[in-house]
């Protein structure tokens, strides 16, 4: 059983920070890809950062200079730290994880598609 577990959300003013923070626990073998997405009202789910397992980063346009994503490999964690919040950034923030599961500590099972639970996050102006 592999389970993704957000925290940080919350309420703030335009121009304000938040930190968000994902760990991933469970079976877990490997983890490739994890990100963070959104979803608004009445909108569609977008992807908003993405980063390797190699540290490689992906953001959308609209918060590249604002925010930033991390991982740490040895907790399997990852974390969106936003600045110089928007009304226009308020959502549920999900994190999302491509992850190959453990059949052992030799063994590689399939890889899966896991998301969190979604933390609201919301900015007023």
């Known amino acids: 059983q592999v389970q993704l577990v957000e925290s940080g959300g919350g309420l703030v003013q335009a121009g304000g920070s938040l930190r968000l923070s994902c760990a991933a626990s469970?079976?877990?073998?490997?983890?490739?890809?994890m990100g963070w997405y959104r979803q608004a009202p009445g909108k569609q789910r977008e992807s908003v950062a993405t980063?390797?397992?190699?540290?490689?980063?992906n953001y959308a346009d609209s918060v590249k200079g604002r925010f930033t994503i991390s991982r740490d490999n040895a907790k399997n964690t990852v974390s969106l730290q936003m600045n110089s919040l928007k009304p226009e950034d308020t959502a549920v923030y999900y994190c999302?994880?491509?992850?190959?599961?453990?059949?052992?500590?030799?063994?590689?099972?399939?890889?899966?598609?896991?998301w969190g639970q979604g933390t609201q996050v919301t900015v007023s102006s």
């Open positions: 999302n994880a491509d992850i190959s599961i453990r059949y052992s500590d030799t063994v590689r099972g399939p890889r899966f598609d896991y």
């Open positions: 469970g079976s877990i073998f490997s983890i490739d890809t």
């Open positions: 980063i390797t397992s190699g540290g490689r980063t």
